[in-house]
């Protein structure tokens, strides 16, 4: 398997454009998370999925910010509008689903928004 | 509450010293513990796990860590240091639960 697959790696745009992140999580795992990584605040769980069902979005910082799952191996992250705080490095990750299972890490999305 | 906390942000090692990078955890129940590894530009990749079989427990590149329930404490450490070690290294924890809570990363630079 070629691993949690994220695009694009990198995105540069402009304040107020809509910015689309995607994730194609590892065959065959029904729970698939988006982190977010900045140096002041770490990494921070934006939204899980499980079995393509939003189960905690508590972590999205506000509604700007959009995620779907349409099947098991797709899943996407929406920014619209798009702000410079946006900037960081998204991470998305994929588990078997079992508490004791690690969590498998995508490369990232480094956004910047300027 | 739970948490998981890294303790040292910075950690600057000699090539050939051993390396310890600390981390305790807060819980009323065992947790499951992770180490993972971030190389610059990367994602993060899996050093090692507890998962209630051996509290020794031994993963890739030389890295070792040892949970100790006493003192709620899963520290990792690597005999000897190599220039590769220099990364940024997470604790991450899941509480049994789905989802891994993360500590702040120590970030490790190995001197020639």
């Known amino acids: 398997d070629a691993g949690v697959i994220q695009s694009p790696r990198h995105e540069v745009t402009e304040m107020g454009q809509e910015v689309t992140l995607r994730c194609k999580p590892i065959?065959?795992?029904?729970?698939l998370f988006w982190y977010r990584q900045t140096m002041m605040r770490g990494l921070e769980l934006l939204i899980y999925?499980?079995?393509?069902?939003?189960?905690?979005d508590s972590g999205m910082p506000e509604d700007r910010f959009s995620a779907k799952m349409p099947n098991a191996s797709f899943s996407t992250l929406k920014i619209q509008p798009s702000e410079p705080r946006d900037s960081a490095v998204y991470f998305c990750?994929?588990?078997?689903?079992?508490?004791?299972?690690?969590?498998?890490f995508g490369q990232g999305t480094r956004l910047t928004v300027v | 509450a739970q948490s998981v906390t890294q303790l040292g942000s910075h950690v600057s090692v000699s090539e050939g010293a051993l390396v310890l990078l600390r981390c305790n955890y807060s819980?009323?129940?065992?947790?499951?513990l992770f180490w993972y590894v971030q190389y610059p530009n990367q994602g993060l990749q899996l050093l090692l796990k507890?998962?209630?079989?051996?509290?020794l427990v031994k993963g890739i590149n030389g890295f070792e860590a040892e949970f100790k329930k006493s003192e709620t404490s899963f520290h990792l450490t690597k005999p000897s240091a190599h220039m590769s070690d220099a990364a940024e290294y997470f604790c991450?924890?899941?509480?049994?639960?789905?989802?891994?809570?993360f500590g702040a990363g120590t970030t490790v630079t190995v001197r020639a």
């Open positions: 990750a994929s588990t078997p689903g079992q508490s004791n299972t690690e969590a498998f």
């Open positions: 065959s065959g795992h029904n729970s």
């Open positions: 999925f499980n079995n393509n069902v939003p189960i905690d």
């Open positions: 819980s009323s129940v065992p947790p499951y």
């Open positions: 507890y998962t209630s079989a051996a509290t």
């Open positions: 991450a924890v899941n509480f049994n639960d789905y989802k891994l809570s």
